[in-house]
Structures are given as C-alpha cells and as structure tokens.
C-alpha cells in the first residue's frame, strides 16, 4: 500500500481554478493507477477522474469532462487535480485513492482503490 496526502483545497469564487495535489509515499507509486473522488455532505462519495500508471489513459465524470484534468508526476511521487470553470455543484471533500487495477470499469468505483488520503476541502462560492 501507498500513504496518501492531499492538498490544494480552499474556496474559490465560481469560474475559478484550483489544483490538487496528492503525494505518495513509497517506492510502487508508479505502478498504482490513481484516481479522485469526492464526497458532498450528505451524498455517496462519487468518482472524478483517474490515470493509469503511466498517465497513458485518463477517465472522467462526465460532470467535469472538459473543466478538470488529471496528470501524474511518477518522478515525484505525486497526481494532480487541475479543476478550472468551477462551480458551486463542485463543492465536496476531494479524495484521492491508488488502485492496482488497470481497468476503466474498474477505477470508476471507489472499492476498487486500497490506498486513500485524508481528504482537501474545495469549496466554490456563487
């Protein structure tokens, strides 16, 4: 398993931009697929976005396909959440996971991730 820890939340006005971060610790970093979810009060926890391990294939929510971007750093140990075009429906915990499946049907649900972080507040202000 992978240690997790995000960061980058905060509050944003709507149209805004923020980045997520997320730094693994160990040495199988690159050999994980990552993924972000997020989880609004009161609502399941719902997938984002996810990578492969060598950042060759990415997968979206279709309520952020075009707004977000997902990359990987795997020199640094660390995966990314580009959100730009925010809105206030974005408002949530953001959770970012590491996976040792490679399969999209797979990393669109959050019990196939072993590894989680502790989770970053993003806020979006109308």
């Known amino acids: 398993q992978v240690q997790l820890v995000e960061s980058g939340g905060g509050l944003v006005q709507a149209g805004g931009s923020l980045r997520l971060s997320c730094a693994a610790s160990?040495?199988?970093?690159?050999?994980?697929?990552m993924g972000w979810f997020r989880q609004a009060p009161g609502k399941e926890r719902e997938f984002v976005a996810a990578?492969?391990?060598?950042?060759?294939?990415?997968y979206y929510a279709d309520s952020v396909k075009g707004r977000f971007t997902i990359s990987r750093d795997n020199a640094k140990n660390t995966v990314y959440l580009q959100m730009n075009s925010l809105k206030p429906e974005d408002t949530a915990v953001y959770y970012c996971?590491?996976?040792?499946?490679?399969?999209?049907?797979?990393?669109?649900?959050?019990?196939?991730?072993?590894?989680w972080g502790q989770g970053t507040q993003v806020t979006v202000s109308s």
């Open positions: 160990g040495r199988t970093f690159s050999t994980y697929s």
């Open positions: 996971a590491a996976s040792v499946s490679p399969f999209q049907r797979e990393l669109l649900l959050p019990t196939h991730f072993g590894s």
């Open positions: 990578i492969r391990w060598n950042g060759g294939n990415t």
